[in-house]
């Protein structure tokens, strides 16, 4: 049987996410979650000791300082609902004052005004399926309505004259659109108007107002730089790289530019002189991943998250012009130790068809010969695993079990041709990559055949359940979090404003109704032969609960071995330590009993 106390360990190893640096450069607000769930600490210079300034039972979001004062926002939702409250805080924590207070909305940050006395933002205040856009006076605390835009809008910037604000509306997670929205008449002009998937994002105003850089895939396979120009109504990319570019920051001045990128899953910074045209690829960072870089207020200075399989996350700054790497913040790995960490490979194995499928792959160090080895599938499926700090991984390899990752089609990271293998009458293709993966670790004498289990969360949970109707033969267990037993379950009661991006990816309720059940999991519920566990968070507003209890219901019919675990104060996944400590424990015993029977 696993310990908690053993797990404690692993889990005790803290993240620190999300910096906001404040105006004057001193002090650093992050996300750190110490105490269990994610909350805001500041540090007044790099390792220095830092304190904590907020002390939620729920999770916070995100943390942002104004452009011109001591105060900072904050985003926190209610048990894992993501129905985000947006509160204004001073940087000490005493004074703490809420500014959005409609619980029934979900709120989506959109950024400070220049001037700092105005935030914008989207929302379900007005329509639940609608994210319309807002402006906030933080004088007077009025909400206005900008315009009533349909569909799912996000902010994405601020004009330099706080005038007007760039909207990106996405019509799923690989199509969006750009409009110019003039906050006095709440005129609206669509910048990007094109037919396919096209995809915007990481949009920086230049300074002087004549346009916009950001990251598009448009006639092309990876997102890549682009200028906007306003004068022109144009698009012209900046060069072309082979892997997605996907995250931008620009200082004030306009002069320099960060730009992050995802190298076969390794994140890359490069700094951009605009003014002498060139660019510096930054070292000094870990190995690993990085987020997307972001300006601290002082208006001067990048900061980004990095982390690698060895290295808990933490916040660092780079000053452009002389390219120096600060880390400001000090996750530790507390009673584990660095030996005990192992490194992730990257590695590739054919599909059905020929395709090459990324993955990564960790094992004990010093092992070789066939081992229990859980195969754990990402979510999205837009999504990528990648070699970042993994604590039940890490976990999983030091009880003598091996762990691999794949990138199966559909994942991004790859290009936009990859990642739409898998669309609507594809789907399946994307589980048989999960026979490869199979078949792959069983040639190459890595795995036992009779003891290789699937894992997966959200989607990843949907391929779980996939994999066991599909191919019943293969797996010894299967552990399924918070994933989808029907698609047309699913469809039908995920939240509304949800619908319509992942029937973009699925398929149309109405349209592709019989092959959406045909595919489904429960439809074919009684091949399942492996023991199954189900974890499940009970205010899951994406995958509703309810997917768990089918699944877990027609198991328990057919008396297939089942372990059902809900959390009433969770949303999609677990966000706290004490449900996290209650959880993987018992997932490590669930495949101890059928991976390692005597062991």
């Given at each position: 049987m696993t310990l908690p106390s053993d797990f404690l360990r692993y889990l005790n190893i803290r993240s620190s996410t999300g910096g906001s640096l404040r105006h004057d450069g001193c002090r650093l607000a992050f996300l750190n979650n110490t105490t269990g769930t994610a909350q805001i600490?500041?540090?007044?210079?790099?390792s220095l000791w830092p304190e904590q300034r907020t002390f939620y039972s729920n999770r916070i979001t995100f943390v942002s300082y104004s452009p011109v004062s001591n105060q900072l926002i904050f985003g926190m939702d209610e048990g894992g609902n993501e129905q985000d409250q947006f509160f204004l805080m001073d940087d000490e924590g005493l004074q703490v004052r809420p500014l959005t207070q409609l619980e029934s909305a979900k709120h989506l940050w959109g950024g400070w005004s220049h001037s700092g006395r105005q935030i914008a933002f989207t929302g379900t205040r007005d329509h639940a399926a609608e994210f319309y856009p807002y402006t906030l006076d933080l004088e007077s605390g009025e909400i206005r309505c900008i315009?009533?835009?349909?569909?799912?809008?996000?902010?994405?910037a601020w004009l330099p004259d706080d005038q007007a604000v760039i909207i990106n509306r996405y019509g799923s997670n690989a199509n969006s659109d750009l409009f110019y929205l003039e906050l006095a008449t709440g005129q609206s002009r669509h910048l990007t108007p094109h037919e396919g998937d096209i995809l915007y994002g990481s949009v920086r105003p230049l300074p002087d107002g004549s346009g916009l850089l950001l990251l598009s895939d448009a006639g092309r396979d990876f997102t890549n730089l682009a200028f906007y120009d306003f004068s022109r109504d144009s698009l012209e990319f900046l060069g072309e790289q082979a892997w997605d570019q996907e995250g931008l920051a620009l200082t004030d001045d306009g002069r320099w530019l960060a730009v992050a990128s995802n190298e076969d899953g390794y994140g890359v910074l490069e700094i951009h002189d605009r003014l002498q045209q060139s660019q510096t690829r930054i070292g000094g960072l870990p190995k690993g991943v990085l987020g997307s870089p972001s300006l601290g207020r002082d208006g001067q200075t990048f900061l980004i998250t990095a982390t690698s399989p060895k290295t808990a996350a933490n916040v660092w700054a780079i000053e452009p012009e002389t390219k120096q790497v600060t880390q400001w913040t000090a996750s530790s790995l507390g009673t584990v130790p660095p030996q005990a960490l192992v490194e992730t490979e990257l590695v590739h194995y054919p599909s059905f068809d020929g395709l090459s499928i990324p993955a990564f792959y960790l094992k004990p160090a010093g092992v070789s010969g066939p081992l229990p080895v859980v195969i754990d599938i990402h979510g999205g499926p837009e999504g990528q695993s990648r070699p970042?700090?993994?604590a039940f991984s890490q976990y999983l390899v030091s009880q003598g079990y091996a762990v691999l990752l794949p990138n199966v089609r559909g994942s991004t990271g790859y290009g936009k041709a990859y990642s739409h293998l898998d669309d609507v009458y594809k789907r399946m293709d994307s589980v048989a990559d999960l026979k490869a993966a199979y078949d792959w670790l069983v040639q190459a004498g890595n795995a036992d055949p009779k003891r290789i289990a699937v894992y997966g969360g959200s989607y990843g949970g949907f391929m779980v359940l996939s994999a066991l109707t599909t191919y019943p033969e293969l797996w010894a267990a299967g552990v399924d979090v918070v994933g989808i037993a029907s698609f047309v379950t699913f469809l039908e009661n995920t939240s509304a404003y949800r619908r319509k991006l992942r029937e973009a990816e699925y398929g149309d309720l109405e349209r592709d109704r019989d092959f959406l059940h045909s595919i489904s999991p429960l439809t074919h519920v009684e091949r399942i032969t492996a023991p199954l566990m189900v974890i499940?968070?009970?205010?899951?507003?994406?995958?509703?609960?309810?997917?768990a209890e089918q699944i877990v219901a027609a198991l328990k019919t057919r008396q297939v071995p089942v372990e059902y675990l809900c959390y009433v104060?969770?949303?999609?996944?677990?966000?706290k330590l004490e449900n996290r400590l209650d959880a993987y424990p018992k997932v490590v015993a669930f495949l101890d009993r059928y991976l390692k029977p005597n062991g």
């Open positions: 600490w500041t540090v007044d210079g790099p315009a009533q835009l349909p569909g799912y809008n996000t902010v994405a970042l700090f993994r499940h968070g009970a205010n899951d507003p994406r995958v509703p609960v309810g997917e104060d969770e949303g999609h996944g677990l966000a």
